[in-house]
């Protein structure tokens, strides 16, 4: 449907709009890259600054698209593409912060953690609400049939996994008291992790049996369950242990097995 010269102009105008904002986090971008190297002590914190700006941009890039699809009746996968990119950039910054290590044990970041105490479990809990929130708009953005569809769970996958490596589960063992001070925000940290390792985990395993039947995929599943477990065993939540528990060696015995069906045709 042919589009007329005043919404166009409309159109133009309101992404413009979007753009003069986004130039304005980009300023600030700017402004936190310069800060980190004059304070190294406060280096985390600025990467948690590039983390805030950086969900700022993704939410006006979704939303420009928003506006494409409204006025233009088109998708702009343009605009998608950068706010994928820039999730990326998101997982970067939280990466030097807290690290990005799936397959460590709880508390391997511990030098990591104690150098951002200030970050409250509130303001933690505050920042994977808005992650997680942006993954799931972003996917749903793209809808069904896009080209990235496959990449999705990656997505999931470091938003769940670097969740969990925010969390000091050092101090959510020690406060169990619900007067404590942000006990609520560390206990529903904890359950949206968990929650979504799970998910992450089981969308590594559709891209196995759907997709690409790939040894690999099963085995970042794995990883996956195997921090929902020690998660889940450090909050004393047997019923998800024990379901993590099973899925691993589920998953492990599916690779045992492909192995020996590659062999056979080697024996023959």
Known sequence: MAV?????????????????????HEKELSAYKKAMMSNKKLKPFFHLGNVAEQ????????EMNEISEQMMQVKNNSFLDNARKNMYKIFADLDAVVKGDVDEPIDFNRDELDKITPFTPKQRLNVYRH???????????YGANTKWIWSFPEL?????????????????QSKRDPREEFFYDRKELVKLVIDDLLDASNRYRDKYEISTKATGDLIMAIKLLEGLRRAAVVVKDDAMAAKAKTGIESYKARIEAE???KKQPAKK
């Open 4 to 24: 007329d010269q005043a919404t166009k102009k409309l159109y133009n105008e309101r992404i413009g709009a979007h753009k003069l904002e986004i130039s304005e």
């Open 55 to 62: 969900l700022q941009i993704v939410r006006l890039q979704m």
């Open 131 to 141: 992650i997680r929130r942006a993954v799931e708009k972003l996917v749903q953005s």
């Open 156 to 172: 999931y996958a470091k938003s769940a996994n670097l969740g969990k490596n925010l969390i000091d589960f050092r101090e959510v």
């Open 259 to 261: 192995k020996e069906e």
